[in-house]
Each structure stands twice: as structure tokens, then as C-alpha cells.
């Protein structure tokens, strides 16, 4: 009975013009690409010292994500082996469940190759760029999700290939290494309004201080853990 | 062959941990979707604070703490509404220009 209702609701909301929240969300996303791209050049760089770049090429695609694409190539370069790498890599990458979880109730109406596609897209900066955006119809906020997701799918592996081939001279830099927390940061900062979100913020921020000695995939499954909990405490207190 | 295991291995995980969630037809629980929402937000901030924390640069005594302070400059202005470009220009530009400063007075 939801189903259908959802289905009526997003009919009526089709007939009205809702293709500028596809190009207004692509719009959301130019100055995170534009901040992403030395971030790119830099995956680029690890991925042309990789043993076998070919391989580490094609993760640009197959697992879609620079964090976790850096870990598995960072504990490959360390000789740590693929299972440990594997391990790392898929738990960075839990994060991903967490964000297609949040946004089921949206999509549980849309039609399945929509949600195909919005999986195959779902990475940090769409679904923070589309989690800021609260107001609009269901429609509306799934097409501004999918123009935030295309053009960083479009662009991601171009900016990745092109560090491939000049990345190396990025790699001396130091301050690329902050390029990530820069522009993840300033993605999320604005939800720092909303209490529950403070509070999920600055539990993760405390328990991946804690945990800065543990690998990646450990440290940031707990401050997951820890930000959902404070979220949802929060929720509960008036 | 290492590195394609790994990478086939992670891909096809994440594909998974992807798609599950979205193609599931039934309701979930709403609690279970806004936890989900928090715990990806805290994630992201986690992998933000680690990246600093874990930050390493030969050239400057007490870098991390200068990363911290260039970091916290950059999103005080992303939270105050200026561009995702503006505040990681202005965070990097930030720690460029103090690392130089102390790097010629040392």
C-alpha cells in the first residue's frame, strides 16, 4: 500500500519539471570536483607505483571510492598481501552501507534501475551533497542526488588517469594530504547545525582520535558505531 | 595477481554493500535508516580527523598540529557558508604559508 502510494506521489511530482534538480545537483558538485581533483592526481600517483597498474587502474571503477582505493593500494605497497588489503578495503568501504541505508526510505519507490544506478554512483560527496539538500519532493532530491553522482562518476576516473600518468610530482607535496580531510570536511561541516549530527560528528571525531593506532577499516567501523549512537541518544533527549 | 585479487575482492564487497540496502524492497525501520545516516556522517568525519591526525611532513616540527589548525581554518569557513573550494583553498594555502614561515626560521 506505501509502495503504491509513493508510486502516485512520484507520478504526480513527474509531471512537473523537476529536470533542474538533475543539473542543480551536478551544479552542487563543481567545487567539490574542483577540490577533488588533486586528490584524484594523488590516487593517480599511487596507482602508477602499484606492482601490477593496470589492476589498481580498473579500482578506479571497481571499488569507486578514493579512501578506500588508497588503503588497499597503501597495504599493498606495504607488502601486507591481498587478504589484508581486501580486509581493509571492504571495511573502509562499510561506510557505503551505511549511506545506502539512509537512503532507502527515498528510493524504496524508485524503479530498480534507478537504484541501480544510484548504488553504482553512491559514494562520500553525492550522498553528503544530497543529504544537505532538505527541502523538495522525493523526485526532486533523487535527481539532484543522480546529478551530484554522474558528475563525479564521469570525472573521478578522469582526474585518477591523469594523475596516473603526472600524479608523481604531486606526491612530494605534503599538504596533498590534507586535500582529503579539506574537502570532506567542508562537505559535512554544514550538518554541524543540526544537533544529532554535532553530536554523531564529534563522537567519531573523539573515537577515531582514540583509535588512530588501530587500521583504517577498525578505527572507522567504531567511530561509525560511536556516531550512531550519540545520534540517536540525541534524538531521544528534548 | 595481488593486487587484482585485492581489487576484485574489495570491488565486488562494496558492489554488494552498494546494492543490498537499495534494492531491498520492504520497509526498514526508521530508526535503522537514521542510524545509518548517522553512522555514515560519523565515518566521514572520522576518515577527516584520522587524515589529520595520521598527517606527516619531515619538513616541520609539531606538523600535525599545524595540519589540525589549517584544517580547522578552512571548514570554520565551509561551515560559515563559503565554498567546499574556497575552504580547502584557504586551509592548504594556510598550511603552505605557515610551514614556509617556520621552515625559514628554523
Redesign the interface.
Known amino acids: 500500500m ?2 503504491d502510494l509513493d508510486t502516485a506521489i512520484d507520478g504526480a511530482v513527474d509531471r512537473h519539471e523537476t529536470r533542474p534538480a538533475l543539473s542543480a545537483g551536478a551544479r552542487a558538485m563543481l ?2 570536483l ?2 577533488y581533483a588533486p586528490l584524484g592526481l594523488l590516487v593517480g600517483a599511487h596507482v602508477a607505483s ?3 597498474p593496470v ?2 587502474w ?2 578506479t571503477w ?4 578514493g ?2 582505493q588508497l588503503a ?2 597503501d ?2 605497497a606495504h607488502g601486507s ?2 587478504v589484508a ?2 580486509i581493509v ?2 571495511l573502509v ?13 527515498e ?2 519507490s524508485a524503479p ?1 534501475r534507478l ?2 544506478a ?3 554512483m ?1 559514494t ?1 560527496a553525492p ?2 551533497v544530497a ?1 544537505n539538500r532538505t527541502h523538495g519532493q522525493r523526485e526532486e532530491r533523487r535527481r539532484y542526488y543522480l546529478g551530484a553522482a554522474i558528475s563525479l562518476f564521469v570525472l573521478w576516473p578522469l582526474m585518477v588517469s591523469v594523475g596516473v600518468l603526472v600524479g608523481g610530482r604531486l606526491e612530494a607535496a ?2 596533498t ?16 547545525r543540526q544537533r ?2 554535532a553530536v ?2 564529534v ?3 573523539c ?3 582514540l583509535t ?1 593506532h588501530l587500521s ?1 577499516g577498525s ?2 567501523a567504531l ?6 549512537l ?3 541518544v540525541t ?1 531521544r533527549v528534548p | ?15 554488494f ?9 520492504g ?2 525501520p ?28 619531515r ?1 616541520v616540527a609539531g ?1 600535525p598540529v599545524l ?1 589540525a589548525v ?2 580547522a581554518i ?2 570554520v ?3 560559515r557558508g563559503r ?6 583553498a584557504v ?2 594555502a594556510t ?2 604559508v605557515i ?1 614556509a614561515a617556520l621552515a625559514a626560521l628554523t
Not at chain 1, 93 to 105: D, G, I
Not at chain 1, 223 to 228: D, E, I, K, R, T
Not at chain 2, 17 to 25: F, I, Q
Open positions: 506505501y509502495a567545487p567539490i574542483a577540490a602499484s606492482d601490477n589492476a589498481a580498473l579500482s571497481l571499488i569507486y571510492g579512501a578506500a588497499v593500494l597495504v599493498l598481501g591481498w588489503a581486501a578495503g571492504l568501504n562499510m561506510r557505503l552501507a551505511a549511506f545506502a541505508t539512509a537512503m532507502h526510505p528510493w524504496r530498480v537504484r541501480v544510484a548504488a553504482l553512491l562520500d550522498w553528503v543529504r605534503p599538504v594530504s590534507l586535500l582529503l580531510p579539506l574537502t570532506l570536511g567542508a562537505v559535512i561541516v554544514p550538518q554541524l544529532p549530527a554523531a560528528m563522537a567519531a571525531s573515537t577515531a582520535a588512530m583504517a578505527a572507522l567511530a561509525g558505531l560511536a556516531g550512531a550519540g545520534g540517536l534524538e | 595477481m595481488t593486487v587484482l585479487l585485492a581489487v576484485l575482492v574489495v570491488g565486488l564487497g562494496s558492489l554493500l552498494r546494492l543490498a540496502p537499495l534494492l531491498s524492497t520497509r526498514m526508521e530508526k535503522l535508516t537514521q542510524a545509518a545516516g548517522w553512522a555514515g556522517l560519523a565515518v566521514v568525519a572520522g576518515i577527516s580527523v584520522r587524515s589529520v591526525l595520521l598527517f606527516q611532513d619538513s606538523a595540519a589549517s584544517v578552512g571548514l569557513l565551509a561551515f565554498s567546499v573550494l574556497v575552504a580547502v586551509g592548504g598550511y603552505q610551514s
